[in-house]
């Protein structure tokens, strides 16, 4: 365990904030900068575009492994009350017991060590101790035995790490969505898809099956390494700073998507990407899937005047099937019109870091 | 690859006749991550001028983070990894070992596990055991041997698991009573077998003629790269040719070459090295698991960990 190590990015004031009602989420400037951008060039290019997931730029979402920024306690307690609402968003097949051993000690660790001011793992052989200073959590427990936590190991440490998580299972030379707790999903459900194969749940994604994309992505997932865990950037737009747009709650989130006028766009519509990073599990041989969430309205986004001309441009290159599927197409539009105001006309620097 | 680590020898012992375990310790210190049963590592072993890299299942408990174990049979025709470890590698000594990586993992739906072992098939299942049993799950081991002197791990493993180890030395006359493994087991048994291949056919026949589903057989196909006459490969990005000897696999010839393809089993089972074929006058020996036969018939990929090759021209796309 890393001794005397000193972040950049080092969270210690919590944002009190809404992602529901009267959406008060908004990003500090220092948060701004910590937001994983997603575009490398003015235009957009279908690509797979997986790379190792090793620490990153200081300051930014990549530093540490697994990221903990100012919404700490706002998506924690947004969490509790999706799943006080809806329990189905956290699930878990009986046979995926170790995984969920696996995935606990893997987020304690990594959270342990990148912020050991918010957390503390101790351990004695099978006897942990587990601090967390945010959440007021200080328990002691027997690894591997769940009857010493309150929770099952996976609903427990999920409900104290920012972003979703997915547990897949390998076997017959596929993998298998069998445990997860989903909270904070882009337009997609745990429930629908527990249970089911890689391929089976990626059907809905146009264009990519043609290209034999899956195909290409599992061969290289099933050989994923221990200790080599891997990330990929994907995105879409949310209308409201929403964490919960699931199938489920269609109802409440979709109507919004004819809320978007030329006057609100800065406030209303957000950029929202997903950092993912995949890791083999130790002791199960499962995968980790973790999708972590981050969200910026268009106000925020044009803080960064490189970030502010590349968006609009990207908007514009982006095929009508894809704007489509992630639900964009009803606003695209208005967006870029607005983003426009905010380009000059200057060319970009490569690479999605800020200036 | 950058990711390997350091680990010193910390013990030799004799397990068995000709079968010698190795204990593994990092040099750095620190815990090692668990592992799965049914993991193998890659070693790498500076054999003079020549460094043999050998996949070996980790055989030990995967919880212990102090140190990963290896068990290496002296083989007969050994191309040089069994024969350094056994006559030339010491105490003392430090090897560089790659993560583990598991191509034979249990499937953890199983009711009940049947591990099926023939000699120094045994190894993957010592790991698997001790999971099964700290987990509390059904299992039951038959283990088949030459004798009960070259039974590497029978005493230990009767110790910690009684009557769930049963042990067939042929010397006294005992098979394994396949037929009577594969019958009436509760649905949603898993079988699982490592060992010399004409057992682990026998095994997967036996269960297939007894009705078993496919997703219940599982076997660990690991063997060393076979032997065959040397050929050249000529490697389209650079146009070398490289020369690849009677004992050497194609893989081992293009790293003593410098050239660093990718891997994970070096066992023709993980796909990792497929390579596409560029160009070819003759006949691709295919020696892996992985390919279907179609893609065998094609010859459009090969998988040069365990393929040979016979004809006046190879180019692959390196």
Redesign the interface.
Known sequence: ?DTGYSATHRPETFRDETFRGEFSYANSPENIRHFPFPFHEDAYRYSVNIEPHVPGRPGSAFEHLIDVDEHYLAEMADRAQVLAEDPLRYQALP?????QW?TLELLMEEQARAYPHLFTLERNGDQWRWINRPLGIDDTFTF?DPSTLPREPLDYICRQTQGDIALM????GNLWLDAGMITAQADWSLDFDVGMNFHEWHAPVPLAPQMGVFDRAL?YL??L????PVRRLNWTMTINPRLDTSPENYPKWGPDRTTVTPENVGQKVHLRVELQSLWRL????GMLFVIRSYMMRMDEVVTVPKWGRRLPRVLETLPEELASYKGLSRYRQTTIDWLKRHDDGAPTSPGIFPD | MSDDLQMRVTALVDEAAGIRRVRLEPVAGGPLPAFSGGAHVVVAMRDGDVTRRNPYSLCCDPEDRTGYEIAVARAAASRGGSAFIHERLAVGDVLVVGAPTNLFQPDWRAKKHILVAGGIGITPFVAMMAQFARAGLAFELHYAVRSRAAAAFAGVLQDRYGPRVKIYAADEGARLPLAVLVQNQPLGTHLYTCGPERLMEAVLDTARQAGWPEQALHAEHFMAPPPGDPFSVTLANSGREVAVGPDQSLLEALEAAGINPRYLCRGGVCGECATRVVEFRGTILHGDHFLTPEERAESRTIMICMSRFVGDRLVLDL
């Open positions: 365990m046979h995926m017991m170790l995984a696996d591997g299972d390998q076997r017959d061969k099933l050989n390494q221990l200790g080599k130790p002791r199960s041989n």
